[in-house]
């Protein structure tokens, strides 16, 4: 299994520029979470998937973040337009169907950062 | 979910037992533990959850006390492989969401 893919793994980018980063979920997972990670903050949750619906998306700043999933094998998180304090790495994880305590398995990340 | 806290940082020496502790004393009873560990630069990885008994799998074994206010996650033998921010977190049964924390920074150490 190839395991949760994420793209780019690096993006530099300027403020005020749209950014998009992808996120592939292992096949036959059907919960996809988005997740932030930075020195201040630590690892936060913005949004989590179930079927492709959005089950909770209170973590994420609404005026400048969406988050969607056409498909059940991608996954889109777009900011617009993007500023200095979005700089950070995002994670994609993804679980399996079944029992709540199934592990969530994490991509390698994004590294963006927003001048 | 409950609220967990564990010490900063620690040290181990190589092929020794590392013991990470979590205080988790407001933990209710349909509220598992689990433990994840971040190497550097990559993703966070799971490692092992239990609810009331301990639990052992080939990574490590999770020590859960008896009221549950506490656990201990034990690496019986530890490689610099395993320097990471260890993770332990308190989920219920009825949630998707994971709270991180800040967790353990363990250096193995040669």
């Known amino acids: 299994d190839a395991g949760v893919i994420q793209s780019p793994r690096h993006e530099v980018t300027e403020m005020g520029q749209e950014v998009t980063l992808r996120c592939k979920p292992i096949s036959g997972h059907d919960y996809l979470f988005w997740y932030r990670q930075t020195m201040m903050q630590g690892l936060e949750l913005l949004v989590y998937f179930n079927n492709k619906a959005v089950m909770d998306d209170s973590g994420m700043p609404k005026d400048r973040f969406s988050a969607k999933m056409p498909n059940a094998s991608f996954s889109t998180l777009k900011i617009q337009p993007s500023e200095p304090r979005d700089s950070a790495v995002y994670f994609c994880?993804?679980?399996?169907?079944?029992?709540?305590?199934?592990?969530?398995?994490f991509g390698p990340g994004t590294r963006l950062t927003v001048l | 979910d409950a609220k967990t806290t564990q010490p900063t940082s620690m040290d181990c020496a190589e092929g020794r037992a590392a013991n990470l502790p979590c205080n988790h004393s407001t933990i209710s009873g349909n509220e598992y533990v689990y433990w994840y560990r971040q190497i550097h630069s990559q993703g966070p990885q799971y490692i092992i959850h239990g609810l009331k008994n301990n639990e052992t799998n080939e990574m490590a074994s999770l020590i859960i006390t008896e009221d549950r206010k506490s656990s201990t996650l034990i690496l019986p033998h530890a490689t610099l492989r395993d320097t990471a921010v260890y993770y332990c977190i308190v989920r219920s049964n009825t949630g998707n969401q994971f709270y991180f924390g800040t967790g353990t920074s363990l250096t193995v150490i040669p």
């Open positions: 994880a993804s679980r399996r169907p079944g029992q709540f305590y199934n592990e969530q398995f």
